[in-house]
Antibody, heavy 123, light 107 residues
Framework: QVTLRESGPALVKPTQTLTLTCTLS??????????VSWVRQSPGKALQWLAR???????YYTTSLRGRISVSGDPSTSQVVLTLTNVDPADTATYFC???????????????WGQGTLVTVSS | DIHLTQSPISLSASVGDRVTITCRAS??????LAWYQQKPGEAPRLLIH???TLHTGVSSRFSGSGSGTDFVLTISNLQPEDFGTYYC?????????FGQGTKVDFK
């Protein structure tokens, strides 16, 4: 059974670093063609793609957060970590991780998602 | 970045209606256009990928079409469970981008 579960702090102060973990179950990022992406959604707003980590260690990022965002995770482990530095109230959002299976690698379509974790940035 | 513009932003329809949502890209996205449905408080759900390929388990009432920069999601015979917000997403180039969403509710 494929599942993804996001975890991390619910409240972060401005200028702090946000670290979120996506725990994978039922599949391995060590499988050729497997990828995990992060997507966020500010309250009442649209989805925003943030980053992707591939089975071979390649990483891709949104341009709007470049310099503040990073993704990591040993493909042999079951966790993918998103780090966002110098957070601002505009970073308040529900953060989702989602899986791209090998069959959907070219289309980057997410067949399984975590339930999301709400992060509020406030002093 | 490729900008995706969806229309309409919202629509009200009745059970049994045929609904169309369009997604226009600021530049060509090849075959890499997907559609998702999201209900309040839930994660998005994949409906269609590669413009017109129905994801496993998705009702055949959903269909996708288009090419180049113009794409359409069609919901035939609208059912009560189809309410929610629909997003298109492109995967032709990085960064990936989503449309602003189309909210579907019932008259």
């Amino acid at each position: 059974q494929v599942t993804l579960r996001e975890s991390g702090p619910a409240l972060v102060k401005p200028t702090q670093t946000l670290t979120l973990t996506c725990t994978l179950s039922g599949f391995s990022l060590n499988t050729r063609g497997m990828c995990v992406s992060w997507v966020r959604q500010s309250p009442g707003k649209a989805l925003q793609w943030l980053a992707r980590l591939d089975w071979d260690g390649d990483k891709y990022y949104t341009t709007s957060l470049r310099g503040r965002i990073s993704v990591s995770g040993d493909p042999s482990t079951s966790q993918v970590v998103l780090t966002l530095t110098n957070v601002d109230p505009a970073d308040t959002a529900t953060y989702f991780c989602a899986r791209i299976p090998p069959d959907y690698y070219g289309s980057e379509s997410y067949d399984f998602w975590g339930q999301g974790t709400l992060v509020t940035v406030s002093s | 970045d490729i900008h995706l513009t969806q229309s309409p932003i919202s629509l009200s329809a009745s059970v049994g209606d045929r609904v169309t949502i369009t997604c226009r890209a600021s530049q060509g996205v090849g075959n890499w256009l997907a559609w998702y449905q999201q209900k309040p408080g839930e994660a998005p759900r994949l409906l269609i990928h590669a413009i017109s390929t129905l994801h496993t388990g998705v009702s055949s009432r959903f269909s996708g079409s288009g090419s180049g920069t113009d794409f359409v999601l069609t919901i035939s015979n609208l059912q009560p469970e189809d309410f929610g917000t629909y997003y298109c997403q492109q995967a032709n180039s990085f960064p990936r981008t989503f449309g602003q969403g189309t909210k579907v509710d019932f008259k």
